[in-house]
């Protein structure tokens, strides 16, 4: 395990390899760097989703084939896997501040602050308030349960400036001030499906989804159907089997194994809705890799799964 590391120096402050502590929002990693010009990073892809903070500066930022050109008061955001290229421009380079982050919760609380794929950058106001916050995530570098929670407070309270700031500059805010929050059966699905993601391994089931989400099992199926057209059910085993088809081609791990790591507790149970699934045993799955081939082009893989789920 990675121990947690402190970098303080004039151009670069960073607090890094930061333990998951938090299951619905926890911080990774998160500094301040005064960039030099042309300094550029990429292309890369990362395991966490970041937010870029432009303090002051220029530079651009490039994702899905698109660069945008940023400058002070604007941020961006990195999703996990998705190629991305930035950099600070030769003249005026920028200095950013960045929260790296994960947990269950990471797709609705972004969404709720205004990103989407279709939204990568977005102004904010009020750096002082932020680079507050920033600053209070530095300061409690060292190791220790204390500072697990200041740390994860001060993630907290950017995620709740920057839905304010959302909320503000979308014309969502009450004429008292108070913020809209919306319990559309989307955002349900959605804190179903991050669940998932993170819990599919061990053994969930749908009155566990429904149970910590805080609605019935009921109605959790109905929003399901309503917005995916199957049942919670349903999605959670094609989950469940796409991550073990990937498992299969890509380790040498035994089936039995395979099992265990989506969540089966019964080998054979899992043997018979994995063929049931794909026309194929696991065994037979791994070793007919044209067949495979074959049939993968008409079954839709798990990213397509989590891409009309939230489309």
Known sequence: MRNIKYTDSAQFQCLEHLREAFMDLYLVHC?????????SLGPAFRDEYIIHFVLDGKGSYSVGGITYFLSSNQMFLIYPGEEVRYSADPDEPWTYAWIGFNGIRSESTLKSCGFSRQCYVLPFKKQETLLEY???????????????????????????????????????????GETRYDYGSNVYVEQAIDYIKWNHNRGINVTDIADYIGISRTYLNHVFQKELGISSQKFLMDYRLHKAANLLISSDLPVTEVS????????????????????????????????????????????????????
């Open 31 to 39: 500094g301040i760097e005064h960039c030099r010009p042309s300094h």
């Open 134 to 176: 920033i600053s209070s995530i530095l300061n409690s570098a060292q190791l220790s349960f204390s500072n697990d929670l200041k740390r994860n407070a001060s993630l907290l309270l950017i995620f709740s400036f920057l839905v304010e700031n959302y909320n503000h500059i979308s014309g969502q805010a009450s004429k008292s």
């Open 260 to 311: 265990a790591e989506v969540g089966y507790d019964d080998s054979l149970a899992f043997s018979k809705a994995f063929k049931k699934k794909f026309g194929l045993s696991p065994k037979n799955y791994r070793s007919h890799k044209e067949i495979m081939d074959r049939y993968s082009e008409k079954q839709p893989s798990t990213n397509e799964l989590l891409h009309v789920a939230r489309s």
